[in-house]
Structures are given as structure tokens and as C-alpha cells.
């Protein structure tokens, strides 16, 4: 396994993603799938079982990339950052809306916004392969 950024980075946002789907169905205990509103998280993060299963998902994709190529992971890392950006932006509009099938709260968009970046970043900054060919005349 060679070392990447974008496979560290995509493994350890794909396990505590996959950890945060798991323990999110502690606190959703009774709550409806596509409910506008959930348990809580830490007393922060609002979820209901389908943000759950999101959590799951996403965190899947993450560490399976972060498991397997480098591309793979880069790949991975900008696209499910580039859906945490929107996520974050649109989340604001949604609260308070029967469109917030995720049960969002203004904490999960800050979240989302940070993941974004910490993904963005990796999958766009890092593993730049730097190839340069120089001739030499004598």
C-alpha cells in the first residue's frame, strides 16, 4: 500500500462516518425513516435513519477507496466533497421545509462544509504527480 494523503484521508472520513451511521441508530430510536426532524447526536447533530444510512453509504465509499488505489481514493475523496459543498450550501435553505428529508440542522452544515473541504482538499491538493522531463544538451 503505497502512502497517500487521499487514502489516509478517505480511510479515516470512511470509518468515522461508518461509526457515526452506526451509532446514529441509537438515537433515532422511533423516529420515522424521512422524518424532517431527529435524534440527536451529542446533543448537536440532528439524524433520522435515513441520514443514517447516508452516513453508511458515504463511509463505505470512503474507506473502500481509501482501501484501494490511489485514483480511487482521490476520486472519491473530490466527489463525495463536492456533494458534502452542495449539501452544506442547500442545507441551510432546507430546515424548517418538508424537503429536509435528512432531518438537517444548522450544526450538520457546518459539518458537511468542513468535510467538504478536509475531502475537496485532499482530492484536489494532494498526489499531484509531478512529472517534468528535462533534456540535457552537451
Do not use: C, Q, W
Amino acid at each position: 500500500m503505497s502512502k497517500s494523503p487521499n487514502r489516509l484521508i478517505a480511510s479515516i472520513v470512511g470509518a468515522v462516518y461508518l461509526l457515526v451511521g452506526l451509532l446514529g441508530f441509537a438515537y433515532t430510536g422511533g423516529v420515522n425513516f424521512v422524518a424532517t426532524s431527529g435524534g440527536l447526536i451529542l446533543g448537536v447533530f440532528e439524524v433520522n435513519p435515513l441520514h443514517n444510512v447516508a452516513h453508511l453509504l458515504i463511509g463505505a465509499a470512503l474507506l473502500i477507496a481509501g482501501l484501494s488505489s490511489v485514483s480511487a481514493a482521490k476520486a472519491t475523496n473530490t466527489t463525495i466533497g463536492a456533494v458534502y459543498l452542495l449539501l452544506g450550501i442547500v442545507g441551510f435553505f432546507l430546515v424548517g421545509t418538508g424537503l429536509n428529508i435528512l432531518a438537517l440542522n444548522t450544526a450538520d452544515h457546518f459539518l458537511h462544509l468542513a468535510s467538504a473541504l478536509v475531502l475537496l482538499g485532499a482530492g484536489l491538493g494532494a498526489d499531484k504527480r509531478v512529472t517534468s522531463r528535462t533534456s540535457v544538451t552537451v
